[in-house]
């Protein structure tokens, strides 16, 4: 497909580029603080980027955001650079371009950086592709990834992001004690909406426990195990609205878990539903079924965090996205920060395809790895 999406109720990715070379470029950008969620503590933040030219010299720019260990996902960074290198980078000089089984962030790095390429060919940006108005500013939420925060300063935090335009305040938990404590603290002084995200740590019991909290919502109460059915029986039983994440592997299982009355709420990740065109899609299924949406985050760079923004401006989003501004996460960001307005919302990225380049310089400071292939 080669033009505006428009209304079709499946957007198509624009035909693939004749590709002249493929760079591979793994970056480790420290993290401003440590991130500590119940699966993986990181310090800094590992990443691809992919950067593909076409014949005509045009150059387009995707990310890979896997993690840095296995947790809930097992795709890990040294996983998806094996299978860019070895698979996914080759496969698409030679004109084949299909996924790598186990790899979906690595195959929608190859796709969003494919998608760049042609939008920067046309000279038009995501948001125009996707008809978002440029100008409207996208709601975010603070994310406060470290399951071990104190009352206090877990308040702190709180109050910093609200007063750095956060809309709402999301506090991830392995223990619901901790939570308790947490949301005590932060209610005794701010009057910001707040929602909560147990990685998949609780069983039904602990979970309904919860209600009486008045989250905004509970994200992946249960391990991705417990299964849509469970997860069905969870909503019945509880007044807090369920939001589903990591049970999220592709747009099948969304869909899936949509015909099971499964979730209130989806988190789409772009770099784990195959790309922004396939998040774009989720997001267009959830509200075809009346089911909220967010764009949810991985602690992206500022190049997946660029594309991610535009998506979280979609009608269907009823819920601030988890991507918020670049200097919260780093000092340096590899592109031009993302940044907010006056009144705290971040602003969309401008200029042909993610609306963002890369800072060579600041990409050579972090590289510990690159690999071309012509």
């Known amino acids: 497909m080669s033009g505006t999406p428009g209304r079709r109720d499946v957007l198509v990715s624009p035909d693939p580029p004749q590709v002249a070379s493929i760079e591979l470029i793994r970056v480790r950008v420290p993290l401003r603080s440590t991130h500590r969620s119940s699966h993986l503590t ?36 040294d996983v998806a650079w094996s299978a860019l290198s070895s698979d996914l980078a080759p496969s698409w000089l030679a004109g084949r371009h299909g996924m790598s089984i186990g790899a ?26 996707l008809g978002v108005d440029p100008a409207r500013p996208v709601r975010w939420c603070a994310v406060l990834a470290d399951v071990r925060l104190d009352p206090q300063t877990t308040l702190d935090r709180a109050r910093e992001a609200v007063d750095s335009g956060a809309s709402m305040v999301k506090l991830k938990f ?101 790309g922004l065109v396939q998040a774009a899609n989720a997001i267009a299924l959830c509200s075809k079924d009346g089911v909220g949406a967010f764009v949810g985050g991985m602690f ?35 592109v031009e920060p993302l940044r907010t307005d006056d009144g705290g919302a971040i602003t969309l990225p401008s200029g042909p395809g993610l609306g963002r380049v890369l800072d060579e310089e600041a990409v050579d400071l972090y590289t510990v790895d690159r690999l071309e292939l012509r």
């Open 300 to 334: 992206e760079l500022g190049v997946g965090r660029a594309g991610g923004l535009v998506l979280a401006s979609l009608p269907g989003c009823s819920e601030p996205t988890d991507l918020g501004p670049s200097q919260r996460y780093f000092d340096r960001d590899v």
């Open 104 to 129: 979906p962030c690595a195959t929608a790095a190859m796709a969003d950086a494919s998608l760049d390429l042609w939008l920067r060919s046309q000279h038009r940006s995501l948001a125009d592709w």
């Open 174 to 274: 392995d223990d619901p004690a901790t939570l308790r404590r947490q949301v005590a603290a932060v209610r005794s002084e701010l009057a910001v909406p707040l929602a909560a995200d147990a990685n998949g740590t609780l069983d039904p019991r602990s979970a309904r426990e919860l209600d009486d909290l008045a989250l905004t919502y509970l994200e992946q109460p249960l391990p991705v195990a417990a299964g849509v059915e469970s997860y069905r029986q969870l909503r019945e039983d509880t007044d807090t609205p369920v939001a589903l994440d990591e049970s999220l592997t592709s747009l099948d299982a969304l869909a899936w878990a949509l015909r099971n009355d499964a979730l209130d709420l989806a988190s789409v990740k772009p770099a784990r539903m195959g």
């Open 42 to 77: 990181e310090s800094a933040r590992q990443s691809v980027l992919v950067r593909i030219t076409d014949v005509n010299g045009v150059t387009g720019t995707g990310e890979c955001p896997a993690l840095g260990a296995a947790g809930y996902v097992v795709e890990t960074i």
